[in-house]
């Protein structure tokens, strides 16, 4: 006899889609790794469904995630996923993909003086589809992400540089 299992679809740009499905072995619907941020965190907020409510259905654009069994929750009746932790599911799949990337390609950064070929690299590394808007989405993300990381940078010498300047208040002119 086969066990009946459940899955949600989550909305989720091709990149990252792409990502996430290689992360967890590939495969659609995507399984879920033992011991994995997501299945806990899906164990924790999976919850009955309310009344009157429909299953989600596949979408062109949704990525397909098979619930797990889990010891301390039955999912063929405990398959809702309220809003806001589906919302929180989508940030813990974004957070994944920006410490995977920020990881793979910061540590390169100086020493390429266009980045194309290696956000391409990390995109087949990551089994993300070299399509020019995958591309244009990495390359934004990862520059948003450099850019953060340098303002930090910045700051940090400039209160060095403050904090070793001499103090002219007391010097009359």
């Known amino acids: 006899m086969q066990a009946i299992t459940m899955t949600i679809y989550l909305p989720l740009p091709p990149y990252l ?5 290689h992360e967890m072995g590939g495969g659609s619907p995507v ?3 033992k011991g994995c941020m997501e299945a806990i965190y899906l ?24 619930l797990p069994n889990f010891r301390s929750l039955d999912t063929r009746s405990a398959y809702y996923l309220p809003p ?3 919302l929180g599911l989508v940030d813990m799949i974004l957070n994944r993909f920006d410490l995977a990337m920020w990881t793979e390609l910061h540590r390169f950064a100086n020493l390429f003086k266009r980045q194309d070929r ?11 589809e070299p399509t ?4 244009d989405a990495v390359a ?15 700051a940090a010498k400039s209160k060095k540089v403050q904090k070793n300047s001499p103090d002219f208040d007391g010097v009359k002119s």
């Open 17 to 21: 889609r792409d990502f996430f499905t």
């Open 31 to 33: 399984h879920l790794k």
């Open 43 to 66: 164990e924790t907020f999976l919850t009955p469904p309310p009344s009157g409510y429909t299953p989600d259905l596949p979408g062109a654009d949704t990525l397909a995630i098979e």
């Open 84 to 86: 806001q932790a589906r």
């Open 118 to 128: 290696l956000i391409y690299a990390f995109m087949e590394k990551y089994g993300i």
């Open 132 to 135: 020019a808007t995958n591309w």
């Open 140 to 154: 934004k993300r990862y520059r948003r992400k450099r850019d953060i990381y340098l303002r930090g940078v910045r």
